[in-house]
């Protein structure tokens, strides 16, 4: 075991402050990376301050951060796909059972045993749950680790850990291509990379969004329309015209706003996860025989195929990079929607703590 300097919240009143946490020794199968830069995901803000207490309780102390690069600095015997001095990231999952049915469909995100990075028992009882990446080090499992494209800045890269494997996954699920027209609601972290993803896959883009500043930079990103979702005319203009929807939205909205724009067959897929369930009104389902559904993350295998289709396309987060004294403050931010479009973490800057 040795010491690894973090930021931490001791509750879900207190601000995320210095600490020392344990990592383990590496076993054979393990990677131990220096981390370089963590993306700050909205979830981490949820996690800290307890607001999915029903479902998903916080365990204190809470160490975030599941958008994680970083350099190799030692492998374990065993390990085949590493060695020092590699690029590399981690995300939300660490350890799954890999006998599952799940697991072997290369879907570690449904594996009824899975380990998340942070605030899930530690297998390895290192401490009481994991700790994620606001910290300098940590040690996962070879078949957690992804590559990272050399071309890509490391910065723009963090995010694609969380925010992009969770937009990639769905829009692929879906069946987004060439021809379909697409909304993205919430130009957030998530929600930028979906507008990124949706046009590089080919679709025709609208993006939903509630911050009328964002609209020059939606068409920037990518989207072909703007939509200010609090204008009924806007989107009256669009009403059952949708192929596939993303909602990316971290607080709670009204949902059938956007189940009208859905055309017939059409689906509204939930990544965004407000802490209050939202009311459907069904007939808005029945009459387009419309779906309304919800997906997490993304497996580990696709989690490589998006990191290799960014390679392929230079595509990154758009991010604000800071030092880990600015987390607080860049929480206050996030919660008003003011991010561009994601922060990411410099870790050099836990060296001064
Ligand atoms: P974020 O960067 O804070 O973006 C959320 C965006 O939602 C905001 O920028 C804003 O966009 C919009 N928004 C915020 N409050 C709103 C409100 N009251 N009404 C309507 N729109 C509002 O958050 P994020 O990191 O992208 O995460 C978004 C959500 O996805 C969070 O709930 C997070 O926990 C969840 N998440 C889920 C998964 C998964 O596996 N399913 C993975 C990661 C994150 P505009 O300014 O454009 O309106
Ligand atoms: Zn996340």
Redesign the pocket.
């Known amino acids: 075991m040795f010491k690894t300097k973090a930021y931490s919240a001791a509750s879900a009143t207190s601000a995320l402050a210095s600490a020392t946490i344990p990592r383990r020794d590496p076993t054979d199968r393990d990677v131990q990376l220096e981390i370089l830069f963590c993306g700050i ?3 981490d803000l ?1 996690m800290v301050r307890d607001e999915w207490h029903d479902v998903f309780p916080t365990v204190y102390p809470c160490v975030p951060g599941h958008e994680i690069v970083g350099r190799v600095v030692k492998v374990g015997s065993a390990v085949t796909k590493f060695k020092a001095g590699d690029l590399v990231g981690v995300g939300c999952l660490v350890d799954s059972d890999h006998t599952c049915p799940n697991c072997k469909a290369g879907l570690e995100q449904f594996c009824p045993n899975q380990v998340l990075t942070y605030g899930f028992p530690d297998r390895h009882k290192t401490a009481p749950v994991t700790y994620g990446g606001y910290s300098d080090s940590i040690v996962v499992d070879e078949r957690f680790v992804l590559r990272i494209p050399p071309n890509l800045s490391l910065t723009g890269a963090a995010p694609l850990l ?2 992009g494997i ?1 937009t990639y996954s769905p829009l692929r699920h879906w069946g987004v291509t060439k021809g379909k027209k697409v909304g993205i609601v ?6 930028h990379m979906g507008v990124k993803f949706a046009r590089a896959f080919g679709a025709h883009v609208v993006v939903f ?3 009328p500043g ?1 609209k020059e930079d939606a068409l920037r990103l990518g989207a072909h329309e703007v939509v200010l ?1 609090r204008n009924a005319d806007e989107m009256k203009k669009h009403a059952a015209s949708f192929d596939f929807i993303l909602d ?6 009204d949902i059938n706003a956007y189940i009208n724009l859905l055309a017939r067959d059409g689906n509204l897929t939930m ?4 802490d209050k369930p939202l009311p459907v009104a069904v007939f808005g389902l029945i009459m387009g025989r419309r779906s309304f559904s ?4 993304g497996g580990i295998a696709e989690t490589q195929e998006m990191l290799d289709f960014c390679g392929q396309h230079n595509i990154t987060a758009d991010v604000e990079v800071i030092p880990m004294q600015k987390v607080n403050e860049a929480y206050t931010r ?1 919660v008003k ?1 003011d ?1 561009k ?2 922060f990411s973490i410099d870790m050099d800057s836990l060296k001064s703590e």
């Open positions: 995901c909205h979830t949820h969380c925010a969770t919430g130009l957030g972290g998530l929600g969004t509630t911050s964002k979702s990316a939205v971290a607080a709670p909205h990544v965004g996860a407000p919800g997906s997490p993350i996030m929607s991010v479009y994601r």
